[in-house]
């Protein structure tokens, strides 16, 4: 009961320092935001709300400015199945990547983060 506590109470800190240090987002010309969005809708984050790796992988999506679907794999159970069955395992965070007609399940914050990076961040 009393980790179970302490997980909660430290989740809870995790997004309120999120919260007051939060980086800005990348500003792009319209045009240029525009392709990003694009781009975007084909990535889905499954993620858990608390999870400091999420939290890391969350902040990369705003600094760069990119619109990306959230699903919780914690509370909503369907997100959960579906990570489990087409992802292969429940670990967060992930990154499906839906392009050219193929799907690509991402794992590890860092991996994510490089993607993104290298993706977004010279657009």
């Known amino acids: 009961m009393f980790v179970k506590a302490l997980r909660v109470g430290l989740?809870?800190?995790?997004?309120f320092i999120d919260f007051i240090t939060r980086p800005g987002k990348k500003q792009r010309p319209a045009q240029a935001q525009?392709?990003?969005d694009s781009a975007a809708k084909g990535l889905?984050?499954?993620?858990?709300?608390?999870?400091?790796f999420c939290v890391k992988t969350r902040?990369?999506?705003?600094?760069?400015?990119?619109?990306?679907?959230?699903?919780?794999a914690k509370n909503n159970e369907q997100?959960?199945?579906?990570?489990?069955?087409?992802?292969g395992k429940i670990k967060v965070p992930c990154l499906r990547i839906e392009e050219n007609g193929q799907t690509t399940w991402m794992y590890e914050s860092k991996v994510?983060?490089?993607?993104?990076?290298?993706r977004f961040a010279a657009v």
């Not at 989740?11 to 997004?15: K, P, R, S, T, V």
């Not at 902040?59 to 919780?72: K, Q, Y």
């Not at 994510?112 to 290298?118: F, G, T």
């Open 44 to 52: 889905t984050l499954y993620q858990f709300h608390a999870c400091p």
């Open 11 to 15: 989740g809870q800190l995790i997004i």
């Open 59 to 72: 902040r990369t999506l705003r600094r760069l400015n990119v619109p990306v679907a959230l699903r919780d």
């Open 79 to 87: 997100d959960r199945q579906t990570l489990l069955e087409q992802g």
């Open 112 to 118: 994510i983060i490089d993607y993104l990076d290298k």
């Open 34 to 36: 525009a392709q990003v």
